[in-house]
């Protein structure tokens, strides 16, 4: 792969999430924008390398595809870090990064005269976001989640990929929820300070106070979807971003 375009999809992706954090944060996430910035980068590379190794981005018609996973990429982590601090999904990114996505794969398709692997990513997508759609109809999620679900194009160009993001995605969501309770509950037995905190409540810490060490002041809005109901107070973002990143390095 040319190790410039490697670069420039990693500079923009980078850029891009960071660029998504601070329009699209509210409270604290939009401090954590370095933080995005790297991640994303970091996805994108190892998404774009694993697509290099496998003659995906090896035409001028395959760097569409690149441009592809470097939208989702920083859609996909901006959304996470903001998920992870303010437990909501603003509807412009995830509908955004969904809608570059499918017109990069369009480019892509049209200029190879290969529509499989857009209608397969179509498809896949279609089914997760049908899966997701069904958990927020009982409860289960948040509808932003559903909107994000649409993102993750890339990571539905094959049946292999489909099914390694819907396992990876609900096995990250299981392991952030026990952290999350397992935070709470010890908050709620026995408060200690910054010294006695282990390691995973330092962490949801830092994802939740500003620099100054001021948490913020709960959003205007109450956090209900788009049903009325109260929506789940665990970000499921982050691990959507999981689910895409490794769909789309092993598949």
């Known amino acids: 792969m040319n190790a410039v375009l490697l670069a420039a999809l990693v500079v923009a992706s980078g850029v891009g999430a960071a660029v998504c954090v601070r329009a699209f944060g509210v409270t604290v996430a939009r401090s954590r924008w370095p933080l995005a910035a790297v991640l994303a980068g970091l996805a994108a590379l190892a998404a774009a390398v694993a697509a290099a190794a496998d003659g995906t981005l090896g035409s001028r018609a395959g760097a569409w595809t690149g441009v592809a996973v470097a939208v989702a990429a920083s859609g996909l982590v901006a959304a ?3 998920d992870a601090c303010e437990l909501r999904i603003p509807a412009r990114l995830a509908g955004g990064a969904a809608g570059i996505s499918f017109v990069a ?10 529509w499989t692997g857009l209608a397969t990513a179509v498809a896949g997508t279609a089914v997760v976001a049908a899966v997701f759609a069904a958990l927020w109809l009982v409860g289960a999620m948040g509808f932003g989640d559903v909107r994000l679900a649409t993102a993750t194009l890339t990571a539905s160009l094959t049946l292999a990929g489909t099914l390694t993001f819907l396992w990876t995605t609900f096995a990250a969501a299981g392991v952030t929820a026990v952290v999350v309770r397992r935070r709470r509950r010890a908050a709620s037995a026995s408060p200690r300070g910054p010294a006695g905190t282990p390691l995973p409540q330092r962490l949801a810490a830092f994802l939740t106070t500003s620099p100054a060490g001021v948490r913020p002041a709960p959003l205007p809005a109450s956090p209900t979807s788009e049903r009325g109901a109260i929506s789940p107070s665990l970000p499921f973002a982050p691990a959507i971003a999981i689910g895409w990143l ?3 390095v092993l598949t």
């Open 80 to 82: 996470a870090v903001i």
């Open 246 to 248: 490794v769909a789309v």
């Open 105 to 114: 794969l369009a480019v892509d398709a049209w200029r190879s005269s290969a």
